[in-house]
């Protein structure tokens, strides 16, 4: 039988057993005031993620450390960050947390408010190009600090074989360590969401 042109054979997940690995889950929310058919697609989102996450599990091997965007604290204290924020991905971190998992204080907590504050100063829609370019540049140098201690956060954590969750925005600009292998977790419901928020932010325009 002759061999499909063109076609490009993904190797088997289990090959990468060996070596420090993080499953990486784009954080998604869902506000209260959200149309019920976001609603559906954000429910499938997460639905989907537990099945993906569950399969990585079963061939790579259990989760050792649970790192969540927006949370400076670990232990009882970030869960209850996390569940206040998102109650989808607090359900998927405390699936792992019940198996013995740990969740990291992931961000610096004068780092992540620094950037926050920035970032709402921008979002105020300044007038004057000097204060706007000001600010721009301090949201970027911040942005930039803020990255470097995340992928240090998460580089001192991991150690040898060991696997990480984080969930994180898409669009990130973390470099993380070469040494670390990175599985990203994309089920079918995140381009649904993705062309669902891109209809809604051109008929905004």
Same mark, same amino acid.
């Given at each position: 039988?002759?061999?499909?042109?063109?076609?490009?054979?993904?190797?088997?997940?289990?090959?990468?057993?060996?070596?420090?690995? $993080?499953?990486?889950?784009?954080? =998604?929310?869902? +506000?209260?005031?959200? %149309?019920?058919? *976001?609603?559906?697609? !954000?429910?499938?989102?997460?639905?989907?993620?537990?099945?993906?996450?569950?399969?990585?599990?079963?061939?790579?091997?259990?989760?050792?450390?649970?790192?969540?965007?927006?949370?400076?604290?670990?232990?009882?204290?970030?869960?209850?960050?996390?569940?206040?924020?998102?109650?989808?991905?607090?359900?998927?971190?405390?699936?792992?947390?019940?198996?013995?998992?740990?969740?990291?204080?992931?961000?610096?907590?004068?780092?992540?408010?620094?950037? $926050?504050?920035?970032?709402?100063? =921008?979002?105020? +829609?300044?007038?004057? %190009?000097?204060? *706007?370019?000001?600010? !721009?540049?301090?949201?970027?140098?911040?942005?930039?600090?803020?990255?470097?201690?995340?992928?240090?956060?998460?580089?001192?954590?991991?150690?040898?074989?060991?696997?990480?969750?984080?969930?994180?925005?898409?669009?990130?600009?973390?470099?993380?360590?070469?040494?670390?292998?990175?599985?990203?977790?994309?089920?079918?419901?995140?381009?649904?969401?993705?062309?669902?928020?891109?209809?809604?932010?051109?008929?905004?325009?």
């Amino acid at each position: 039988m002759a061999e499909e042109l063109g076609k490009v054979d993904r190797p088997p997940v289990e090959q990468f057993r060996e070596g420090r690995k $993080l499953f990486f889950v784009p954080l =998604l929310f869902c +506000g209260k005031e959200a %149309p019920e058919t *976001f609603r559906k697609i !954000y429910a499938s989102y997460w639905e989907q993620v537990e099945v993906q996450v569950a399969n990585l599990e079963a061939k790579l091997g259990k989760i050792s450390h649970v790192f969540h965007e927006m949370i400076p604290s670990g232990g009882e204290e970030g869960s209850t960050a996390i569940k206040e924020m998102n109650q989808e991905s607090s359900r998927l971190v405390q699936a792992r947390l019940a198996k013995g998992a740990r969740l990291e204080a992931m961000e610096e907590s004068d780092l992540l408010t620094e950037f $926050l504050d920035w970032n709402r100063c =921008l979002l105020a +829609g300044l007038q004057n %190009p000097k204060v *706007f370019n000001t600010v !721009y540049e301090a949201f970027l140098a911040t942005g930039k600090k803020r990255n470097e201690h995340i992928a240090g956060k998460i580089n001192e954590t991991l150690q040898a074989d060991e696997i990480g969750l984080l969930l994180m925005r898409e669009g990130h600009k973390v470099q993380f360590p070469p040494d670390i292998q990175v599985f990203y977790v994309a089920p079918p419901a995140l381009d649904e969401a993705r062309r669902w928020l891109d209809s809604a932010q051109e008929k905004d325009r």
